[in-house]
């Protein structure tokens, strides 16, 4: 009984996963940018190789901390280094849902919020 229980199940969830709208974006695909504005200077970076998942209504990207770019080189290496801890902490990911409706079987650029939990720096927010 239990076995016809699980593959029930089995089936079930790959028929629902058939229908699912799934894409998977090119490195070059994605842009993941930060801005801060403080007294001294302005602070702001763009990381243009990581990757995302999207499956209906769910996203989730990777990326590689050394892959923010800086106008100055002393900030890349004081973010690296100092405050994101690179070596230790390489990678930081995002899962979510995306907030909007949204048609992505036709091509594209789309403009939509997300609301998950950021993996970065070994703290979950």
């Not at 001294?40 to 590689?64: C, G, M, P, Q, R």
């Not at 907030?99 to 609301?115: F, I, R």
């Amino acid at each position: 009984m239990k076995k016809i229980i699980a593959l029930a199940a089995l089936v079930i969830a790959g028929y629902s996963s058939m229908n699912a709208q799934i894409y998977k974006s090119k490195k070059d695909e994605v842009k993941v940018s930060f801005f801060s504005s403080t007294p001294i200077e302005d602070i702001s970076a763009v990381h243009s190789t990581s990757t995302s998942f999207i499956a209906n209504d769910s996203i989730k990207f990777t990326l590689a901390n050394t892959g923010f770019v800086f106008p100055k080189p002393l900030m890349q290496e004081h973010f690296n280094e100092n405050y994101m801890e690179s070596p230790k902490y390489p990678k930081s990911t995002f899962r979510g849902k995306i907030n909007e409706k949204t048609d992505l079987s036709k091509d594209g650029v789309y403009k939509v919020t997300c609301t998950g939990v950021m993996y970065m720096h070994g703290v979950e927010k």
